[in-house]
């Protein structure tokens, strides 16, 4: 793409809470940035939810700008507080080509909310996106994958949330010290609706299944004997996901599934064992960037969609795919 827009590109930013007090900036967060930087020719800035972000990481991340809206002792993780915010940030800055968000629970609707606050277009679920002609143009799949589906948003002030990790991205000249704007928000009734009453971190080790850059994905054919799955992802530094039939059956946690019904992943590698590749499976993974499978069946349609398969037991493959990758630790990912 050479094409470009000339305003500056507002990112909303996913930051986690670490145990020491400060906030994590996501892998996704860093990769939607390097989307932004490719949109436009004008600075990338970005919306931080948390009032102390990593100044010094977000200059890494190529941000030229901070709005740090007011929350008002409102929880982040209401999407109206949030969509409010985002206007608010939005509203502050006078010429704005784009804004950008992670299509996860939040973003969706935060897209959509400030979508319908502007009166402009909001896509969610994107895989990629760029400028034709002067207008924001968007990719992603749709009827359970079957279809994919390219759309522009050609009024208005397009708001735009990519599923973590998707869209081309392009590395971003670092800001030395990038500048804080403090914004003051009016929230609406919407704001006040939900209250956060608790909230604790659900003991995960690795990386989420959401964000993860590789993912092992149990399917039922592994009928439940799950050790050496977990095992292959730990090693990959991946995070495991499940297909419905694992997680009906109890294997896996529901928070697991990915799917039509479940999570929506793209990582830079996914790895299904014992899985057949139906469409409600597929249509949450079709746009991980390299798609590997362990199966039995040949004439599944995983097999298909993969880029390298593995025809066999996975109880003879997965265990020659540990002994090797530790036998060869550089072959381990950091
Ligand atoms: C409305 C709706 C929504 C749905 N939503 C989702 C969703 O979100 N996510 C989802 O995953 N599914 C969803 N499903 C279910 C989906 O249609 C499939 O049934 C499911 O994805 C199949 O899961 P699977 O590939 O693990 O199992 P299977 O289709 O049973 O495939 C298992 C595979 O493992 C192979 N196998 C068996 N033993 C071995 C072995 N020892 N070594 C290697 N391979 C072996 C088998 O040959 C087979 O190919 C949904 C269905 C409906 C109707």
Known sequence: MTEKFTHPVLVVL????????????????????????????????????????????????????????????????????????????????????????????????????????????????????????????????????????????????????????????????????????????SFSAAADDVRVLSSEVIAESGPSLAEASTVVCAGYGTDGDLDEVKELAELLNGAVGATRPVCDEGWMDRSAQVGQTGLTISPDFYLGVGVSGAIHHTCGMQSSKNIAVVVDDPDVPMVEMADFAVIGDFREILPQAIEALKANPDFQRE
């Open 14 to 185: 996913d930051q986690i809470p670490q145990p020491d007090g400060s906030f994590l900036l996501t892998d996704a967060s860093v990769h939607l940035l390097g989307v932004a930087r490719r949109l436009t020719s004008a600075e990338i800035w970005a919306v931080s939810l948390n009032p102390s972000p990593n100044m010094s990481r977000l200059g890494e991340a190529g941000v030229s700008k901070v709005l740090i809206p007011n929350l008002a002792g409102r929880s982040p993780r209401v999407s109206a507080v949030v969509a409010d915010a985002v206007v608010a940030c939005a509203n502050s800055l006078t010429q704005l080509s784009a804004i950008l968000c992670i299509s996860n629970f939040r973003g969706r609707e935060i897209a959509s909310m400030v979508g319908a606050k502007f009166r402009s277009g909001a896509a969610v679920e994107v895989t990629e996106v760029d400028v034709v002609d002067g207008v924001l143009t968007a990719s992603k799949s749709v009827l359970g994958g079957e279809w994919s589906s390219s759309f522009n948003i050609p009024s208005g002030l397009p708001i735009v949330a990519l599923r973590p990790g998707a869209g081309t991205a392009v590395p971003v000249t670092a800001v030395e010290t990038p500048g804080v704007i403090p914004v003051e928000v």
